[in-house]
């Protein structure tokens, strides 16, 4: 099992990340034809030691009655099978942060909602919010433990949407990032614990970890956990995101090792 706080980017886990990186940036999908890896690629593999944490690993219990527990840092074992605690919060994403103008920011909420919605960065940030304390586990095999997040709910977007269409099943969360997308079960997104947050541990979400806004999907691996979250579409139909069709898993459960759709 790697040890993700003695190293400063694993080998075998940033080269399979740099693959993943060169599908990205050349379009490609699928494993069948080679890439030649590009130092002018801008995906990003470090480590970010600002918010490292103590040996301890933090627990819900002592918490405010006001913040939401997620349910898997109740278990006796919060670490899934395969993954590895971190004290430090890894970055990675493939293409770098994008630049984002806040007056020009706007998350939207369209398809099958009664009332398509847009908020300005201003409007978002006036919105009702709430607390979320909850694990956060990356699909390349790291899991932070205890991070408190703060945003507005998926459930009260929706609500201030005009509710959903009956034939709403899916989402598709759209990032910042070049168009990049995600799809995860309905369920999920409006699971209690999921918010879109812009602070992270009472301090503003760097861009380099998705801020000024980013999905969190607490209970699913972090890449459904959308960067830069511009927006999000409910659909009838599951239409695979960017990863998920390059063979990540439609779902994306932790804790049954969904990492791959093959």
Known sequence: MLNYDAISAPSNVEKFYRVLVMQYWSGQTGFDEPLEWSEEMPGTFEMDQSKTQGDAIPVPEGMPADVVISPDTRRADRVPPGQSRTRKWPILDASGPPSIDLEQWRFRIGGLV???????????????????????????????????????????????????????????AEGYDRGWTTNLPLKDFLAEDALVAILHDGEAISPEHGGPARLIVPRLYAWKSAKWIAGVKLTEEDHPGFWEANGYHMRGDPWTEERYGY
């Open 114 to 172: 009664e009332q398509p919605t847009e908020w300005t960065w201003e409007e978002f940030r006036t919105l009702p919010r709430v607390r979320v304390f909850s694990d956060f586990h990356c699909v390349t095999r790291w899991s932070r433990l205890g991070n408190l997040w703060e945003g507005v709910s998926t459930g009260e977007l929706i609500r201030r949407a005009g509710g959903l269409r009956p034939e709403a099943h899916f989402v598709l």
